[in-house]
């Protein structure tokens, strides 16, 4: 358990970090650090729930240990597999050197010389900097026999290696779990953690975000980008952008040196912040990047239309 003072703290902390959050992120992730619980984080894909974990270990300078979580994911490949291929070459150098015992032979190839360990077991390890940050990512990838397996984990700190027995962790790690939601995980990993959704910034945290993750941005592109950004959302798109994607596309303006907003810019750098064709075929419905054949848009659609209402505020 991380002793942490405050809230205000923990959202200065983390903000020193370059990851800008509200009160309520922070007074969750308190309450985690406070209580020694897992954090669980769900929301869309790319509103910064994996960047939480990376900040978290940055700000208390402990090692980050990531688990990324995939369809048909098992036990053996999140906490340990055995080294068969060094077992194979220690059991055929045993047996040319004669006289091996079988019993010897056998307890010799389960230990820790051939154990390849995993994010999980990993994390149950001791560290002299600290217990690691736990980082288990897009568990909704993973089916439920998975997730059952996790609750031992998640509840006990604590994994059981057949051939070494249970291995429990002396401090339990920091641990972020995140969830993109394409599917509902169950109520019971949910239980042992405390809970989060992640939504998109408003507007000004999104400026603040910008500020924090490309400085070298100047206040009215910053505030240009995010307007524009932020009406994409209201669009009805496959995938909305994220804070990731705002934040990519503004590197690549700098990269460009672009000073204002313009379609052209914009059709231009599409794949910045969209990342399905039926998503930038619709922007690109406009005077300035028309598709041959393409009638004309409606008002309001394409990208002069978007650019003119996606003007900062204030």
Not at 86 to 99: C, K, L, N, P, Y
Not at 209 to 226: F, Y
Not at 228 to 242: A, C, H, I, N
Not at 268 to 296: M, N, R
């Amino acid at each position: 358990m991380i002793e942490a003072q405050s809230i205000d703290q923990v959202q200065k902390m983390l903000t020193d970090q370059g990851y800008v959050c509200g009160r309520a992120l922070a007074t969750v992730v308190f309450l985690s650090l406070k209580l020694g619980r897992p954090l669980f984080l769900e929301g869309e894909a790319g509103v910064g729930k994996t960047e939480i974990a990376k900040a978290l270990a940055a700000a208390f300078g402990r090692r980050l240990i990531r688990l990324q979580c995939y369809e048909g994911l098992d036990a053996s490949s999140a906490v340990y597999e055995w080294n068969f291929a060094a077992q194979m070459v220690a059991i055929r150098t045993a047996e040319a050197a004669g006289g091996a015992d079988r019993g010897t032979l056998q307890a010799e190839m389960f230990s820790d010389a051939f154990l390849i360990e995993r994010p999980l077991l990993e994390a149950m390890r001791p560290d002299e900097n600290g217990p690691p940050v736990l980082l288990i990512d897009e568990l909704d990838r993973t089916d439920e026999p998975f997730e059952a397996f996790l609750l031992e984990a998640l509840s006990d700190f604590q994994v059981t290696i057949p051939e070494l027995g249970t291995i429990k962790a002396p401090e339990p790690p920091i641990v972020v779990l995140t969830s993109n939601r394409t599917r509902e995980v169950h109520d019971a990993l949910k239980r042992r953690c405390l809970y989060h959704w992640v939504d998109y910034p408003d507007f000004a945290r999104e400026v603040e975000i910008l500020k924090a993750r490309a400085p070298a941005t100047s206040e009215k592109l910053s505030r240009e980008v995010v307007a524009f950004v932020q009406e994409l959302r209201t669009e009805d798109l496959f995938k909305k952008p994220g804070v990731a994607e705002t934040i990519d596309w503004a590197n690549c303006l700098l990269a460009l040196d672009v000073i204002d907003l313009s379609p052209e810019v914009i059709a231009d750098t599409l794949g910045a912040i969209l990342k399905y064709q039926d998503d930038i075929s619709q922007l690109q419905c406009s005077e300035v990047q028309a598709h041959p054949g393409q009638g004309p848009c409606p008002p309001g659609r394409g990208l002069n239309g978007r650019a003119a209402r996606a003007e900062p505020a204030g």
